[in-house]
């Protein structure tokens, strides 16, 4: 199981990502370019104390992202968190290999990524409710998918 974070936008939510993945211990894709720098060093600077805890892979772009998914044998799963799905997140069969893809906070991921997507889920929201915080919605689905593939971690 991994996250693979798309072009994230807000520095803060990205922190709280990889503190939920380092707690976890479940590795993290960072898809570039992000809309913050996301060197290590900006990371301990922003207080991020658990970036030593993190297995961090960044990729420079979604082409160089899917290559490196594409070595997997075989490739590994991605599934897209969207609020434009129809499967709720708990209806859904996680695979303990599957990559669990957040899109960015301010324009989710583009329609050649949603094409890409071996599957989509959401988190159903009340009625007129747009989305939850992304480090929210992250925590709820990686709970479910850890829950169903391996327990849930102590």
């Known amino acids: 199981m991994r996250l693979a974070l798309y072009q994230p936008d807000i520095p803060q939510n990205t922190g709280t990502i990889l503190r939920l993945a380092a707690c976890l211990g479940v590795p993290v894709d960072l898809i570039g370019p992000a809309g913050f720098d996301s060197s290590d060093r900006s990371f301990r600077r922003a207080g991020l104390d658990y970036l030593d805890h993190v297995d961090l892979t960044r990729h420079e772009s979604f082409e160089a992202f899917e290559r490196h998914r594409a070595r997997g044998t075989p490739p590994a799963r991605l599934v897209l968190l969207t609020t434009h799905a129809d499967t709720a997140h708990f209806e859904f ?32 929201v009340r009625a007129g409710l747009r989305s939850l915080n992304i480090a929210v919605a992250a925590a709820m689905v990686l709970g479910e998918a850890l829950r169903q593939t391996r327990g849930f971690p102590e």
């Open 93 to 124: 069969g996680f695979s303990d290999s599957d990559v669990l893809l957040l899109g960015r906070e301010s324009a989710g991921v583009p329609e050649a990524v949603h094409d890409i997507a071996d599957a989509r889920v959401r988190i159903p």
